[in-house]
């Protein structure tokens, strides 16, 4: 069973930093390319990041390019989102998930419950 | 960037009836279009991707279409069990982008 979960999320003031991890189970993480989601609560969806299945190529939204970073262990089956400079607009609950390709269309199979990042001093 | 554009914002249907909801991309973006229901406090869950075609263990009373522009999602007998978000999400380009959601209720 697929299980992507999680972790690093808390409360941090403006300006701060934090890094988010998602470890992933139940298939061969290095298989895929992987995304960050967030959602602030009772809100939309928001494309954050993503990242290639060996990490050698990343992008970002405009909203968080030169703020955040992905990357990757494959040893530890691991996902990372090391965020700086946080604002309250980066309040939200952040997702991560598995990139799936048919042919070259690209879709999110399998999503994580999310971690909730709260920016406030 | 590609925007995304769902309609309506919410509706509330009668269980058994057809709903239809439509988002629209502000460009082409040919069949890159996929759909995503959250109920509330749960991840999201892939329905429909390439606009059409139904992931694995969806029912098949969920059916989506359109290229280009203009998509569709339609469920053709509303359950109890389908109240939700649902969502669509272009992957033509970076950043990948969604619409705002739709909330669907029972009447």
């Known amino acids: 069973e697929v299980q992507l979960v999680e972790s690093g999320g808390g409360v941090v003031r403006p300006g701060g930093s934090l890094r988010l991890s998602c470890t992933a189970s139940?298939?061969?993480?290095?298989?895929?390319?992987m995304s960050w989601v967030r959602q602030v609560p009772g809100k939309g969806l928001e494309w954050v990041s993503g990242?290639?299945?060996?990490?050698?190529?990343?992008n970002f939204a405009d909203s968080v390019k030169g703020r955040f970073t992905i990357s990757r262990d494959n040893a530890k089956n691991t996902l990372y989102l090391q965020m700086s400079n946080l604002g309250v607009e980066d309040t939200a609950l952040y997702h991560c998930?598995?990139?799936?390709?048919?042919?070259?269309?690209?879709?999110?199979?399998?999503w994580g419950q999310g971690v909730l990042v709260t920016v406030s001093s | 960037d590609i925007q995304m554009t769902q309609s309506p914002s919410s509706l509330s249907a009668s269980v058994g009836d057809r709903i239809t909801i439509t988002c629209r991309a502000s460009?082409?973006?040919?069949?890159?279009l996929n759909w995503y229901q959250q109920k509330p406090g749960k991840a999201p869950k892939l329905l429909i991707y390439?606009?059409?075609t139904l992931q694995s263990g969806v029912p098949s009373r969920f059916s989506g279409s359109g290229s280009g522009t203009d998509f569709t999602l339609t469920i053709s007998s509303l359950q109890p069990e389908d109240v939700a978000t649902y969502y669509c999400?272009?992957?033509?380009?970076?950043?990948?982008?969604f619409g705002q959601g739709t909330k669907v209720e029972i009447k």
């Open positions: 999400q272009q992957s033509f380009s970076s950043p990948r982008t």
């Open positions: 139940g298939f061969t993480f290095d298989d895929y390319g």
């Open positions: 390439v606009a059409s």
């Open positions: 460009q082409s973006i040919r069949s890159y």
């Open positions: 990242i290639t299945w060996n990490g050698g190529s990343t």
């Open positions: 998930a598995r990139e799936e390709y048919f042919g070259d269309y690209l879709y999110f199979d399998y």
